[in-house]
């Protein structure tokens, strides 16, 4: 079994680094029907076209949330209301199970370490409540002027009469949006996709221009999304063999423990167990001296 997760990991990684450079010498057209041809739209980068990260792409995404292939609810952005720092996460918003998704926005370049900021962020949300979401929620409606109250709001993004038929926040999701992914990034994301489920998705964005237009490309590379389901299905698969090893390792170390305090006991009065060993197995086994007999003590 371990040898097949191994595997999987493998040829998904493979996948996802093949698509990955499959997308980005992808070539975009414009279809022309009164001549019928084809013109080339150029790939472009942000940087070259003058776009900036909070004014335009963050502002795209907050006005856009089916941009990232889901409703989402955004309740705040450029938050920064955690306890002892005041490092400030990109966009937050809630999904129709009540989650909370963290979503950082990157460039042309996601960087290294976006990776480690979005789990920090992750790990400072986990811990809000409801009543604190709500607020929260409620000084971003306040500053953008909007005269509705959030708890109104959030009950009828989640079709629920009321808050108290669900529970927020009870797990924490990220997204990370940038025009190019570097190795560490995409193989920590991987990583933290196989072997702890981590509810992580990462989004290419390209900028494409066409005379005096420009276009946005948003596409999920990680997980594919062709194959998302059967990643998480994998990834619950080898959370439960590992909760199934530690459990079995504990049983393992139990029963080692206990035959050496029986062994020990046994040698106080006499020496003919010296040669007992203990063991993790449920019984363990000694020759009596005759021929065919044997001492042996098992669980029952």
Sequence with gaps: MIFVLILFTCILSWLVVNFYLFTENNIMYKVDSTTNTIKKVESNSFSNLGIKERENLQEWLEENSESLGEELLFIQKEFDGFNDTRERLDLLAIDKLGNLVIIENKLDDSGKDVTWQA????????S??????KDIFQSYLNKKGVQVDSETLLTNFLEIEDLDEIELNQTQRIILISGSYRKEVTSTVMWLLSNYNLKVQCFKV??????????????QIIPLKEAEEYTIKMAEKTKENHATQQQTNKRHKFRYEYWQQLIKKLNENSKHFSNLSPSKNIAIKMGAGLSGSWFKWSWL
């Design 119 to 126: 789990l920090k962020y992750a790990s400072y949300c986990s």
């Design 206 to 219: 390209t900028p494409y221009t066409f005379n005096k237009e420009i276009f946005i490309n948003i596409e």
């Design 128 to 133: 809000l409540t409801k009543l604190q979401i």
